[in-house]
């Protein structure tokens, strides 16, 4: 039987830094984004429904220890000998006065077990005072800058209303990552207007990017959004991909992707209660469960298609 790896998994690369199993905790830590409050646009991205990233634990109305105690309690159930990263999910994390956001990140890091900080951020959010701290901070901790690009192509982002073009994007990527710190993106397969052929191109754009891990995850329509109301009003604008499909895209993805290129996550689980649609009836780990399957029954690698 056939159990070589078939791409660079993010626990194949936790375990190249760390001993000990490495478990991130998401955070919502208080703040908000400029897609929203006016800075950059208002309603958010019309996909957005930011309910959907967080888990029980993870609420305002307590602290950044309280909410990361809690998560290792959680995590504690299912592992005894277990470290954790400290996630700041929610929103933008970025966004916010410079001694607010080190106090908390600084909190984060004073909580026993806690190993390293991961955040989650747009491209149109990373001053240079940042940058010059966040360079020193990776220097004592392990570190992950995540960005949401979720497209290179400009025409879907302005319709998705994300507030900043894929130029954008490049350059705060790559001045991140001069600075030695570990580069992180966050793509979604399945947007209105996008074709296969593009995504594979998309592929290879983003494997000349300074990334160290990227993170895909399908387009999956959320109550509450304008994306919902639009695909209410034109469901002929959208290809929601029934499991097999995405399965497939997913692999011929992978398969144009440069090998070193740490592959997060492939699907997201929002809600029941807030998903419309496509529900597949699947957690994350039996979806990849599928993919490795297909992937041997294929022959596929990642980068087997990378040029």
């Not at 966040?134 to 400009?154: A, H, K, P």
């Not at 507030?163 to 490049?170: I, K, L, P, R, S």
């Amino acid at each position: 039987m056939d159990v070589s790896p078939r791409y660079y998994d993010f626990s194949a690369y936790l375990s190249e830094h760390f001993s000990f199993k490495v478990q991130k905790i998401s955070l919502n830590a208080g703040f908000t984004c400029p897609n929203r409050d006016g800075t950059v646009g208002y309603g958010g991205c019309t996909y957005c429904n930011n309910q959907t990233f967080n888990p029980a634990y993870c609420h305002t109305d307590k602290s950044v220890t309280e909410q990361l105690e809690e998560g290792k309690r959680f995590f504690a159930r299912k592992y005894s000998d277990m470290r954790f990263l400290a996630y700041f999910q929610a929103y933008t994390n970025t966004y916010g006065e410079l001694q607010e956001l080190k106090r908390k990140y600084e909190e984060a890091l004073t909580v026993p077990d806690v190993v390293g900080i991961v955040i989650g951020t747009r491209p149109d959010c990373m001053p240079e005072e940042l940058l010059d701290y966040l360079e020193e901070l990776n220097r004592r901790t392990f570190l992950i800058v995540e960005y949401g690009i979720e497209s290179t192509d400009n025409e879907t982002l302005h319709r998705i209303n994300r507030g900043h073009t894929f130029e954008q994007a490049v350059q705060t990527v790559c001045r991140t990552a001069e600075r030695g710190i570990r580069v992180g993106a966050h793509i979604i397969l399945g947007l209105p207007g996008e074709t296969k052929e593009m995504l594979m191109k998309q592929a290879g754009i983003l494997s000349k990017l300074p990334l160290t891990t990227l993170k895909l995850h399908q387009l999956q329509l959320i109550k509450g959004t304008r994306m919902a109301m639009e695909y209410e009003k034109g469901p002929s604008d959208f290809h929601l991909f029934t499991a097999d499909e995405y399965i497939d895209l997913v692999i011929d993805y992978v398969e144009h992707l440069r090998p070193n290129l740490v592959l997060e996550r492939f699907v997201s689980q929002s809600p029941k209660e807030l998903l419309i649609a496509p529900d597949w009836g699947l957690k994350n780990h039996e979806f990849t469960d599928k993919v490795k399957k297909r992937m041997r029954e294929r022959g596929s690698y990642q980068g087997k298609c990378y040029l």
